[in-house]
């Protein structure tokens, strides 16, 4: 993440920090996967329908997160300016956990459980942001398979 967005991020952030509290870590981060597959089949379809005169490809939507040691923050992203849109979610840090982290070739995931909501989400990095990735991954506990 640049300085400019990680300024604005954290100007966004500070307002909703208890006395005491710090970012420990930032990072762009993405909700949701949009498959090679996917992407190269919509391309193909928009060059076909327009003549070549166009081509498309899909983008999940940019989100900003924020990690103390208490808590992480998620954001969404304005496409346009460099800031963040709205707050979407806080969670707790007592109350989650997260599976391993997954390491792909462009991009990395791990799995946010949130233990007192009963639901998970998945939270992928992009290749750029593995420093981000470990420094939030090493703030929240790994989930321990129970049989």
Known sequence: MNARRRRALLKAVT???EPG????????????EVSVKKNIAMGIA??????GTMIAAAAPQPMYLAASRERLFLFQANPTFAKPDRHLATFEIKDVKRTEIKRGFVKHSFILIDESAGSAL??????????????????????????
């Open 15 to 17: 307002v909703m920090l």
């Open 21 to 32: 509290e710090q970012v420990e870590a930032t990072s762009l981060v993405n909700l949701s």
């Open 46 to 51: 928009a060059a076909v329908l327009s003549g």
């Open 122 to 147: 998945r939270i992928f990095f992009p290749w750029f942001g593995v420093k981000d990735m470990d420094a939030v991954a090493g703030l929240v506990p790994t989930a321990t398979a129970t049989v």
